[in-house]
């Protein structure tokens, strides 16, 4: 129930798009200036290359239970403690119809276009975001571990998935540990002042990123953080 509830929700937008839908009032012209500037920046200095702007979603019917994804999605401990829960009776609609306003955009090759802004991959951010707990076992949909050719999976401290910005102006704070209170932080905390060299381990992927955005002018490093703000839900906006 909780997983049907949450793909019928409403998908967060940009304050653009929230108001060509007239859900949200338009910003002013010089916002909406600052706003692109601020998505330029985006771009520039590299956080689109994890935080990809968009994706194309082939399949927008959703349905659960299910067996796609080869039965990775499908609970055998749900099935074996409810009779009604089985693939051949799910739960099913469309995500560019049947859920809550806003919906995601229908894509012209046909699909959706989902503006997520991340990559559905993990990253290694480097040992200042390092879990203290150390290295992690995954678990599947049914509680058990994850395995790979016979072994236990094991995803390393300092790697972590790609966390989607949309929305992310209508949050706060930030990071997986909350330790960011505004965004400017967030992106700094990317890397760290003095590095490891390329190749440790303990250097993040993100280094690059980041000092480029350290190194925008005062102007463009506030442009950024103003479109990343722009990226929400019809939530009044979070912090800085």
Known sequence: AMTVYGASQETPESVDRLAELGLVAPVGDSIAATIERGRSAFL????ADCHVPELHLENTVFEEPTNRGNGHYYNQRLAGKDENYDPARPVRFDLLADTQEPRLEPH?????IVRSYGDLKRHHMGRRLA???GPQH???ANLTPLTIDGKKAVVAPTAWLTPELWGVGSTGPWLHDARAGTLDEAIRWHGEDDPPPPGDP???EAQ???D???ALA???REALVTFLRSLRTQAAPGGN
């Open 208 to 210: 690059e990123s980041r």
């Open 218 to 220: 005062d102007d463009e």
């Open 108 to 112: 012209p090759d046909g699909g959706a």
């Open 138 to 140: 995954p678990l599947t």
């Open 44 to 47: 520039s200095v590299g956080c």
């Open 131 to 133: 879990d203290p707990p």
């Open 202 to 204: 303990g250097r993040s």
């Open 212 to 214: 480029a955005y350290a």
